[in-house]
């Protein structure tokens, strides 16, 4: 999906008439011969499109994945930069180190021995900007074109667009109700091989996957990366969730039991601030070199700035109790979200049922391709992502991403509201 595709129904910032000419004169342009093979594999992504509409007044966005930042203390906040600055500026407005603080990658080992990953050195840790990126980093060092990546599926699209950068071979295994299916795993893994497939990568977001809001079971987890371990597969385990688990009490890490076999990722975008742009991985150590000096060339240093506010910030204040309220929040707005569904959304219509994270995730009839809905929930006032924008399949979708993090009970609500009638109408039409 392109901010051209949604152009139509909508009067935003270019017409899709003067969108297509420069689009075409781009094309044409003599420079287009200079662009990569990889250049013409990047994408915009489907949810960038739709929350550059989704913050239009009026409208209800259930898309984005924001957290809630209604507990965090601004004033606290304000007072530990001003500290930071005042009393460290030289070091703080300066370059840094390219693994990032040691003061601030021990305290990530602190947040990670908080989901049971024990023992975890500061000297195998990389702070990164986002998680996004050591995602970037990992398919940077260990793929070449043509190889294959096994994702989730559904998985997170800004994953599935950094993959398919790197020109690799995405391939989707599915997930029933407790996650990614071992099985199903196997049996791909031993087809891919059989056609001479190189597998590099397992992706997986074992704790609230993006979209679907589904845990990967305990009992299914260390089987994974076994699985994985037994064909040479590294698993990068992306985990941005799994301190959002609504009864604080958090699975446990793939990486907790495999220092060797997996590749963790974490980010304070989703336990601080998305502002800060700071996230790690940790890596095993006989990988780690290779690791960090791809970060290192392409970003020099993660700011050093945000990297001292995070660490004086964390120092200061009860991140323990704030995560505590974190997770009230998202709860409550959770069982509005799954409430308003029940009262709203047609028999016809399933969803996930989260134990924690941000999103829930809706099939309707097969049949149904939900991209053509958006246009009409535009016009109702309520925005979501649909399904086809979280798999690397191109076949229609029937299935669409809620995310209730961001909004508040009332406005979830609401959004259902708006939302309902043309997900009854296409179920009636699709009857029909």
């Not at 941000?358 to 939900?370: A, H, K, N, R, S």
């Amino acid at each position: 999906m392109t901010s051209q595709d949604i152009a139509p129904t909508q009067d935003i910032e270019l017409s899709a008439e003067t969108q297509t000419a420069l689009e075409r004169a781009e094309a044409s342009h003599r420079h287009e011969a200079l662009f990569s093979e990889r250049a013409h594999n990047i994408k915009q992504s489907a949810v960038r499109d739709v929350f550059d509409i989704s913050i239009r007044p009026g409208l209800v966005s259930l898309a984005g994945g924001s957290p809630s930042l209604t507990k965090l203390p601004l004033d606290l906040v304000a007072e530990t930069a001003s500290r930071v600055i005042t009393e460290h500026g030289m070091e703080a407005l300066h370059y840094g180190g390219g693994k990032g603080t040691l003061e601030l990658r021990t305290l990530i080992c602190e947040i990670m021995a908080e989901e049971g990953i024990l023992g975890a050195s500061p000297e195998d840790v990389v702070v990164t900007t986002g998680s996004q990126s050591a995602q970037d980093i990992a398919a940077k060092v260990f793929c070449n074109p043509g190889d294959v990546v096994l994702v989730e599926d559904p998985t997170y699209v800004g994953a599935l667009n950094t993959f398919e950068a790197y020109q690799v071979q995405v391939e989707p295994i599915r997930m029933d109700v407790d996650g990614l299916d071992p099985t199903e795993l196997e049996a791909r893994i031993a087809a891919l091989e059989a056609e001479g497939k190189t597998i590099k990568i397992l992706y997986t977001i074992p704790s609230f996957n993006n979209p679907s809001g589904i845990t990967m079971a305990a009992e299914r987890r260390q089987r994974v990366v076994d699985i994985c371990r037994g064909h040479n597969i590294l698993v990068l385990e992306d985990n941005p969730y799994g301190m959002l688990r609504f009864d604080g009490h958090p699975l446990t890490p793939l990486r907790a039991d495999n220092p060797d076999d997996v590749i963790y990722c974490g980010s304070f975008s989703k336990i601080f601030s998305p502002g800060v742009r700071l996230g790690w991985a940790l890596v095993p150590k006989h990988l780690y070199r290779r690791f960090y000096l791809a970060a290192e060339a392409v970003v020099l240093c993660p700011s050093t700035l945000n990297q001292m506010l995070v660490t004086e910030f964390f120092r200061v204040f009860d991140w323990r109790g704030y995560l505590a309220e974190s997770r009230a929040v998202y709860a409550e707005r959770c069982a509005a979200m799954l409430d308003a569904l029940a009262a709203e959304f047609p028999a016809e219509a399933t969803w996930t049922t989260p134990d924690g994270g941000f999103f829930v995730w809706i099939t309707l009839p097969e049949g149904i391709d939900t991209y053509p809905l958006l246009y009409q929930a535009i016009d109702a006032g309520v925005v979501f992502i649909p399904g086809a924008a979280f798999t690397p399949s191109d076949v229609p979708s029937n299935k669409l991403r809620l995310a209730f993090s961001g909004v508040a009970p009332e406005q979830i609500r609401e959004g259902v509201r708006r939302l309902a009638p043309v997900i009854r109408a296409a179920v009636e039409a699709h009857r029909g």
